[in-house]
């Protein structure tokens, strides 16, 4: 049981420049969401999935795009790679969002370290 | 706005030295609050939800505590493998596209890097 997997697990890129990162979840999580974490940041919220087919923005979604493929695999899209998005991105699923349960717990994928240079 | 500060920024102990790490928070609608625990170059790992005022939980050297403005992770006897960055985190309600309120955002403290020497 792998729980949260993200790739890849480092990247470099220049300026302008853009790629895709990817996570999938097996434990049949209706809910998933992506963070970046910075210094003196803490973790924020980029984008989130409250369930298959929907998607919407977080606290710092500018420069972003996501993809729900399916209920397993939510992606994130950097179109034209800039400095300030170097950080550390995290994935994180929950089986969903409720309140006041524990279907809230959200688990964390190990992170991409990307840095554009 | 809703904070979530966490104090101290850093702690560092002898092994067997207990202690504790505030969480406080300045939200409007808390539905609850979780701790995390991060090593580093890994991703958060769950330890606790406290949902109530009173609620108390524990696991091995650790005890999580919530009042209505604060949150505290008690370590006891603590040993060089809790070293980890400790963050605290509460649960907002959130408004998605699908139409009405449902809750799941999780707003993060900066967290508190625990180092326990030996």
């Known amino acids: 049981n792998a729980g949260v997997t993200q790739t890849p697990k480092f990247q470099v890129l220049k300026t302008g420049q853009s790629m895709t990162l990817q996570c999938a979840q097996d434990?049949?999580?209706?809910?998933m969401y992506w963070y970046r974490q910075d210094p003196g940041m803490g973790l924020r919220l980029i984008y989130y999935s409250a369930s298959e087919g929907t998607t919407d923005k977080g606290e710092v979604p500018n420069g972003y795009n996501v993809s729900r493929l399916n209920k397993r695999e939510f992606s994130l899209r950097l179109e034209s790679a800039a400095p300030s998005q170097t950080s550390v991105y995290f994935c994180?699923?929950?089986?969903?969002?409720?309140?006041?349960?524990?279907?809230?717990?959200?688990?964390f994928g190990a992170g991409t370290r990307l840095s554009v240079l | 706005e809703d904070q979530v500060t966490q104090s101290p920024e850093a702690l560092r102990l002898q092994e067997g030295e207990s202690s504790s790490l505030n969480c406080s928070y300045t939200v409007s609608g808390l539905r609850g609050l979780f701790w995390y625990r991060q090593d580093p170059g890994k991703g958060p790992e769950f330890l606790f939800t406290?949902?109530?005022a009173g609620e108390e939980k524990e696991k091995e050297r650790l005890k999580a505590t919530l009042t209505k403005k604060e949150s505290f992770l008690h370590i006891t006897a603590p040993k060089p493998e809790d070293s980890a960055t400790y963050l605290c985190a509460v649960l907002l309600p959130l408004n998605y596209n699908a139409g009405g309120t449902s809750y799941g955002k999780l707003t993060f403290g900066q967290g508190t890097i625990l180092t326990v020497h030996p």
């Open positions: 406290l949902y109530s």
């Open positions: 994180a699923s929950s089986e969903a969002l409720s309140a006041f349960s524990d279907k809230n717990i959200q688990y």
């Open positions: 434990m049949n999580h209706n809910s």
